[in-house]
Nanobody
Framework: QVQLVESGGGLVQPGGSLTLSCVAS????????VSWYRQGPGKERELVAS????????NYTDSVKGRFTISRDDVRDTAYLQMNSLKPEDTALYYC?????????RGQGTQVTVSS
């Protein structure tokens, strides 16, 4: 059974940092590209960042460039999203996706709330 389990969310003040983790099981994680998405209250789902196989290819939506960093550890079957300089508009449910050759999996998400 394939599972993607996110963790690391929480309540943080503006300007703070969080690191999200996405632990995969039941799949050959190293073959999959991984993306982090988010959906804020009243907003559409948004692709935040993605990372290819081996970690060589990373992409970010403009609003997080320079603040967020996506990475992966294929030994631990885990992807990360380091988030710095958080803003209230970053408040959302964050979840990771893994995709390879038509196989697509999504986790349940972890809530990030940025508020003073």
């Amino acid at each position: 059974q394939v599972q993607l389990v996110e963790s690391g969310g929480g309540l943080v003040q503006p300007g703070g940092s969080l690191t999200l983790s996405c632990v995969a099981s039941g799949l050959m994680f190293k073959f999959y590209s991984v993306s982090w998405y988010r959906q804020g209250p009243g907003k559409e789902r948004e692709l935040v960042a993605s990372i290819g196989r081996g970690g060589a290819d990373t992409n970010y939506t403009d609003s997080v460039k320079g603040r967020f960093t996506i990475s992966r550890d294929d030994v631990r079957d885990t992807a990360y999203l380091q988030m710095n300089s958080l803003k209230p508009e970053d408040t959302a449910l964050y979840y990771c996706n893994a995709m390879w050759r038509g196989f697509f999996y999504r986790g349940q998400g972890t809530q990030v709330t940025v508020s003073s």
